[in-house]
T-cell receptor, first 110, second 114 residues
Framework: GESVGLHLPTLSVQEGDNSIINCAYS??????FIWYKQESGKGPQFIID?????DKRQGQRVTVLLNKTVKHLSLQIAATQPGDSAVYFC?????????FGTGTSLTVIP | DGGITQSPKYLFRKEGQNVTLSCEQN?????MYWYRQDPGQGLRLIYY???????QKGDIAEGYSVSREKKESFPLTVTSAQKNPTAFYLC?????????????FGDGTRLSIL
């Protein structure tokens, strides 16, 4: 089966600092990746996606980096705010089905 | 506002009872999905449907059933055959299935056993 995991289950950062959340994937055939944010009691919210023909993609305060050589994905959040506190998880797909990581819980300290 | 609506937010099931979770979307998406979320685990696919009147089993379909009679609706029934139904159930949709399109989620239904 697929193995999509995160290096760190929890991450605490000071408000205003940058956050980096990592994800490893095992299927070299995966060509599309998504980062989701999930707040307590809610459904996952799409943050940003990236296709395998790209190494980097930027959104508003977020950047996703893809390293296909080592099958690694990261999410960078700039100037982290208290509202960023949530569980973040990655998803990968080789085209037929998505496989989801277990998530990293991000806590922003005011 | 366009989105995915799941109801109810909380649901309790008695022994031997079937319960149905509702999922409605007004995004005009062709594909819809049901996932189960358990603590410490990634989302696991129960069933998916790429088009009206068609659906496929996912990785953990046993004890569940679905229907897709309308494009906007994809209800999930948790049958009495599902022996460990306590979980957070998430419905998602995408423009089309299998074409590397993002899935968008509802806010889930938490099912518990009485």
């Amino acid at each position: 089966g697929e193995s999509v995991g995160l290096h760190l289950p929890t991450l605490s950062v000071q408000e205003g600092d940058n956050s980096i959340i990592n994800c490893a994937y095992s299927n070299s055939a995966s060509d599309y990746f998504i980062w989701y944010k999930q707040e307590s009691g809610k459904g996952p919210q799409f943050i940003i996606d990236i296709r395998s023909n790209m190494d980097k993609r930027q959104g508003q305060r977020v950047t996703v980096l893809l390293n296909k050589t080592v099958k690694h994905l990261s999410l960078q959040i700039a100037a982290t705010q208290p509202g960023d506190s949530a569980v973040y998880f990655c998803a990968e797909t080789p085209g037929n089905q998505f496989y989801f990581g277990t998530g990293t819980s991000l806590t922003v300290i005011p | 506002d366009g989105g995915i609506t799941q109801s109810p937010k909380y649901l309790f099931r008695k022994e031997g009872q079937n319960v149905t979770l509702s999922c409605e979307q007004n995004l005009n998406h062709d594909a819809m999905y049901w996932y189960r979320q358990d603590p410490g685990q990634g989302l696991r696919l129960i069933y998916y449907s790429q088009i009206v009147n068609d659906f496929q089993k996912g990785d953990i379909a046993e004890g569940y059933s679905v229907s897709r009679e309308k494009k906007e609706s994809f209800p999930l029934t948790v049958t009495s055959a599902q022996k460990n139904p306590t979980a957070f159930y998430l419905c998602a949709s995408s423009i089309a299935g299998g074409n590397n399109q993002p899935q968008h989620f509802g806010d889930g239904t938490r099912l518990s056993i009485l």
